[in-house]
Nanobody, 117 residues
């Protein structure tokens, strides 16, 4: 069973930076597409950034140029570097692992990011 454990959330002032980490275990990390999603109070969960097993990436328009997703297959970890944070980035951030062929989709428990103005 795949387990995802996020860390790195917290409280930061607008303009600051945070780096989220998601540790993957229970299967072969390199086979999975990895993503970060977020959910703000009263809003739907939305994709922030994703990295495919083939290393391509995509980002939500709202975070392009500010956030960077990366993966370290040797450490079974995916990261989200968040720079120039804005109050509207405040949300619970969730790590996601998806494998198309196996039709498996897994979620972490979430980590809170709060950006003060």
């Amino acid at each position: 069973q795949v387990q995802l454990v996020e860390s790195g959330g917290g409280l930061v002032q607008a303009g600051g930076s945070l780096r989220l980490s998601c540790a993957f275990s229970g299967s072969i990390f390199s086979f999975f597409d990895m993503g970060w999603y977020r959910q703000a109070p009263g809003k739907q969960r939305e994709l922030v950034a994703a990295t495919r097993s083939g290393r391509s990436t995509n980002y939500a328009d709202s975070v392009k140029g500010r956030f960077t997703i990366s993966r370290d297959n040797a450490k079974n970890t995916v990261y989200l570097q968040m720079n120039s944070l804005k109050p509207e980035d405040t949300a619970v951030y969730y790590c996601n692992a998806y494998q198309l062929v196996l039709r498996r989709n897994y979620w972490g428990q979430g980590t809170q990011v709060t950006v003060s103005s």
